[in-house]
């Protein structure tokens, strides 16, 4: 069989299928995985336009980040140690409503996809103003995005008022449709941030569009009693009397929820969206993953954005999500290093519906797959490689990157963004925003 490129390397972990298969091979044509094999098969049957041999290294499928505001890389560290609400209110909008306009949605997407390719995220799911620029970028950098189509109850620069927000929306889905790699997603802000009458236009027009509604809920216990003051019930309440849990519904950071509350979400087939860096580091609270897991719910898992994490480090949450279950559960099976590398992967693909394409490495889907080099110092000797990945790996030992089978960040240097360009850029910005802050 002939094929366009065959990797070799000491482990290859599938996800979608259980355990970690050893001196095996990935076969890609066409941006396509079209075999998994052991090396020795691999040898003997396929011809390859490009053969990449690596020792000591583990594929794993893309990591997928759930939940990011990849602009906001240009607020990192602008109002670091504050509680949500103070973040928001008194540092984070401010500079939103004097600095967010096309130029810095470009820089700061751009930054972002740079930091996540060599980090090893091959997919993201966003939220922010000017999604179609997001998107240009994304497009640009070869990586696989879900842009969201913003809803909000305030003026901003993306829209004047609420039919603004909606005829953008419709109108950047309709440009993306043949987009191969961009995706949209409704993306009403939080319950707290968008009225009745907007939701439930979100709700019929994601039906008519077949979306995704990508949303903040129940982030905080403030959120939660705001909600019961201004409505009378709790946000989950709230949304499902407009019919909005579905298994649409992807609910980003939940650390407020009930047992009836987890029983209604699992029911009706809704997602969730774990950010466990950004909720202990705003003291937002914890999201009960085990019980939501237990209760047959998709977790997916997610950075945020950088002003609130401060990365976008898939590697490092995956290890923040697995100790903090255990710490929390008093339970060190909480969650094992499988399952969580499954909720950066195949889970934030289900999420996002689209697991037939990518989340596993498995022949038919694309070709999705990051080399992490476990022979360093740091990662020796390997008795697991999952464990070796979640636990003690860093982002700097990414080395490969393909996307579609593009080959995105081949041995640490990106190959679709200009690196020195784009740190140029956010240090322009980062002394016109600390001039003002």
């Not at 000591?56 to 890389?73: F, K, Q």
């Not at 903040?216 to 946000?235: D, F, K, L, M, N």
């Not at 279950?325 to 195949?346: S, Y």
Request: hydrophobic share 45%; aromatic share 6%.
């Amino acid at each position: 069989m002939q094929t366009d490129l065959l990797i070799h390397a000491d482990w290859v972990v599938p996800v979608e299928t259980p355990g970690v298969l050893a001196q095996h091979s990935i076969a890609v044509d066409a941006g396509r995985i079209v075999a998994v094999l052991p090396r020795a098969q691999a040898e003997a049957e396929i011809e390859a336009h490009q053969t990449v041999d690596l020792p000591g290294h583990a594929l794993i499928p893309g990591l997928v980040n759930a939940h990011t505001h990849c602009v906001m890389t240009l607020f990192r560290g602008l109002a670091d140690d504050l509680p949500l609400m103070s973040w928001l209110n008194e540092h984070i909008w401010p500079a939103e409503a004097r600095w967010v306009h096309e130029a810095f949605v470009a820089d700061g997407s751009r930054l972002a996809i740079a930091e996540m390719l060599r980090g090893g995220t091959t997919c993201f799911n966003d939220m922010y103003f000017f999604p179609d620029v997001t998107a240009r970028v994304a497009a640009h950098a070869g990586i696989r995005a879900t842009v969201g189509l913003i809803v909000i109850d305030f003026p901003s620069a993306w829209a004047a008022d609420t039919d603004g927000y909606f005829d953008r929306a419709v109108a950047l889905h309709d440009q993306l449709r043949n987009e191969p790699l961009v995706r949209t997603a409704f993306a009403p802000h939080a319950p707290y941030s968008v009225s009745d009458a907007p939701m439930k236009r979100v709700l019929r027009l994601a039906n008519e569009l077949d979306l995704p509604i990508h949303m903040h809920v129940h982030e905080t216990a403030a959120e939660v009693a705001g909600s019961i003051e201004q409505y009378g019930c709790r946000p989950l309440e709230r949304l499902r009397r407009m019919d909005l849990i579905s298994p649409q519904l992807i609910g980003v950071h939940m650390t407020q929820l009930e047992d009836e509350e987890i029983a209604l979400y699992a029911q009706n087939g809704a997602h969730v969206v774990h950010c466990p860096q950004s909720n202990l580091k705003l003291a937002s609270g914890h999201c009960p993953v085990s019980r939501l897991r237990a209760a047959g719910i998709n977790v997916a898992l997610g950075t945020d954005g950088a002003a609130s994490n401060n990365d976008l480090d898939m590697l490092a949450e995956m290890q923040t999500a697995a100790l903090l279950a255990k710490g929390i559960d008093g339970d060190a099976c909480a969650l094992p290093a499988d399952a969580v590398l499954q909720m950066a992967t195949l889970d934030g693909a289900r999420a996002l519906g689209i697991e037939r394409d990518t989340g596993s490495l498995l022949a038919g889907k694309s070709a999705d797959i990051v080399a992490v080099d476990l022979s360093q110092p740091e990662t020796q000797p390997v008795y697991h490689p999952v464990s070796q990945i979640v636990y003690a790996a860093g982002r700097e030992q990414v080395r490969h990157v393909w996307i579609n089978g593009r080959h995105v960040l081949d041995d640490r240097t990106l190959t679709t963004i200009d690196l020195d360009d784009t740190l140029q850029r956010a240090a322009g910005w980062r002394a016109k925003i600390q001039a003002a802050d």
